[in-house]
């Protein structure tokens, strides 16, 4: 509906999926798995009610369907999310607590390598866009990355956490579907295949 629909639709078909955009319910039914990439996620949160996709995806996250959500993406699929709209709708595929715009303006954006469980090989250049941190997370969520000590950010962004997974459902804070390293979608494809 929004956001780097283009570049995830690539990465996935990179890494051998055969990916579909997904604007109606029915689409949403063809579906194995669901990437719900960056954009502005209060007006993504009106779309999917304006496209009457808010409770089929509810419902879709409950029956256990894996799902990705990469800045936006995860402030969607959060449990709870701080400094948003208060007509803001959640998805609540993942039992976290996250800040929006956590590591500030557009002018504080920034790039930095760092290492995420579940991804091997050298670290992944993440891409921060305005992007949010995670602040809670829940007993059954795994934390896979934080902003690495070393990073070229605000010194209250480092150690904060930026990428996690709680069963079929992945989250990161930044934009992997940007750089050319498929290996985040990688790993979502991967999740999939072993849900279905």
Same mark, same amino acid.
Not at 23 to 50: A, W
């Given at each position: ?23 109606r319910e029915s689409e949403l039914d063809r579906v194995d798995g669901l990437v719900i990439p ?47 709209? &208060? +007509? =803001?709708?959640?998805?609540? $595929?993942?039992?976290?607590? !996250?800040?929006?715009?956590?590591? %500030?303006?557009?002018? @504080? ?21 305005r992007a949010p941190w995670v602040e809670r997370v829940g007993a059954d969520v795994t934390v896979?990355?934080?902003?690495? &000590? +070393? =990073?070229?950010?605000?010194? $209250?962004?480092?150690?904060? !956490?930026?990428?996690?997974?709680? %069963?079929?459902?992945? @989250? ?25």
């Amino acid at each position: 509906m929004q956001g780097d629909v283009r570049e995830h639709l690539a990465a996935l078909d990179a890494v051998g999926a055969d990916p579909i955009t997904v604007r109606r319910e029915s689409e949403l039914d063809r579906v194995d798995g669901l990437v719900i990439p960056g954009g502005e996620s209060t007006t993504m949160s009106r779309l999917l009610q304006v496209f009457d996709l808010l409770e089929p995806l509810r419902a879709r996250l409950r029956e256990g369907m894996p799902a990705y959500g990469s800045c936006a993406g995860m402030i969607l699929l959060a449990s709870d999310v701080l400094d948003t709209r &208060p +007509d =803001a709708q959640q998805l609540f $595929g993942l039992d976290i607590t !996250v800040r929006r715009n956590a590591f %500030g303006r557009q002018v @504080a954006s920034f790039e930095t390598d760092l290492a995420m469980d579940g991804v091997e090989g050298a670290p992944l250049r993440a891409v921060f866009i305005r992007a949010p941190w995670v602040e809670r997370v829940g007993a059954d969520v795994t934390v896979l990355a934080t902003v690495p &000590p +070393d =990073a070229d950010a605000d010194p $209250g962004a480092l150690g904060r !956490v930026v990428a996690v997974r709680q %069963g079929a459902v992945l @989250a990161t804070s930044f934009h992997p579907e940007v750089t050319g390293d498929h290996r985040v979608h990688e790993l979502f494809v991967k999740i999939v295949r072993e849900s279905n």
